[in-house]
């Protein structure tokens, strides 16, 4: 880290970081349901990008999916939600 900046992470590296160190890191900063709820978040994303999928974690992942955006409703504004889809269309994919 130069100037406190990350650069010349490859992919994967760069995964990894915000996987796994991103919600270590976080954890002191942000308020306890605002962290809870972007962790169960990031835990969604990771089981659902793993490379085998475990269809047992699926399945409580259906069961608690709608926990998780309600807990996400109740830190984030709605247009926050309404924006993501616009955002796409104009920024391009990513």
């Not at 100037?3 to 900063?29: G, N, T, W, Y």
């Not at 962790?39 to 409580?60: A, P, Y």
């Not at 807990?71 to 889809?85: A, Q, R, V």
Request: aromatic residues 10%.
């Amino acid at each position: 880290m130069k100037e406190l900046r990350l650069h010349s992470m490859k992919s994967h590296d760069c995964h990894v970081f915000m996987q796994k160190l991103i919600p270590i890191a976080f954890r002191e900063m942000l308020p306890e349901s605002v962290w809870s709820a972007l962790t169960e978040v990031n835990l969604l994303f990771q089981i659902l990008c793993s490379t085998t999928l475990d269809v047992n974690r699926v399945q409580e992942l259906e069961a608690r999916v709608a926990i998780i955006l309600c807990n996400l409703e109740k830190i984030f504004p709605p247009f926050f939600f309404g924006s993501l889809p616009y955002e796409a269309r104009v920024g391009g994919p990513v």
